[in-house]
């Protein structure tokens, strides 16, 4: 993409699509997926299983139970969350002959590489709880839900009557 069509894409917004048809193929990752309290300047393939073993610490913190893992010698306290729907989304590769035919649509494609139903998320030190900031993220999903969802005639029935 050249200064021309970066410039046009910011002004007319991003076209792109997302084939969800992949899905059936995706790796599922349930259990693997952790939001850890550093960050990691890697993103290649690593044998992170021999390293990091989260082990349940038997402790239940207001409905939560508390798993405890070490990350470079740093105890860390966490608990798995369940979640509607995970996806790992990547960009479809194309080659670059290829490229130069194509629309700006069809460069900004992206196919579902992996899917998870959880999430692990980490503290330092401290018992993870439900006002921790990733859990209170969470709360969002109920109200796109709620804001998302179609609204049927025995709703609007329901609001009128009660009034």
């Known amino acids: 993409m050249d200064v021309m069509d970066a410039e046009r894409s910011s002004k007319n917004g991003v076209i792109g699509s997302i084939d969800l048809s992949s899905s059936e193929s995706a790796v599922d990752l349930t259990g693997q997926v952790h939001q850890l309290p550093c960050c990691i300047k890697f993103d290649g393939p690593c044998p992170v299983s021999d390293y990091f073993k989260p082990k ?12 405890e893992a070490f990350f470079r010698g740093r105890k860390l306290k966490g608990t798995t969350v369940p979640l509607p729907q995970g996806i790992v989304l990547e960009k479809r590769s ?8 194509m629309d700006e649509g069809d460069l900004n494609s992206w196919e579902i590489n992996a899917k998870f139903n959880s999430i692990t998320f980490w503290n ?6 439900p006002d921790d900031t990733h859990m209170r993220c969470f709360h969002w999903f109920a109200v796109a ?17 009660e009034k």
């Open 56 to 67: 349940n610490s038997g402790i239940e913190v207001e409905g939560l139970s508390v798993e």
């Open 145 to 161: 839900k709620a804001l998302h969802k179609p609204v049927t005639a025995e709703d609007l029935v329901s609001v009128f009557v």
């Open 94 to 101: 194309h080659d670059k002959k290829d490229s130069v035919n």
């Open 124 to 129: 330092h030190d401290i018992l993870p709880s």
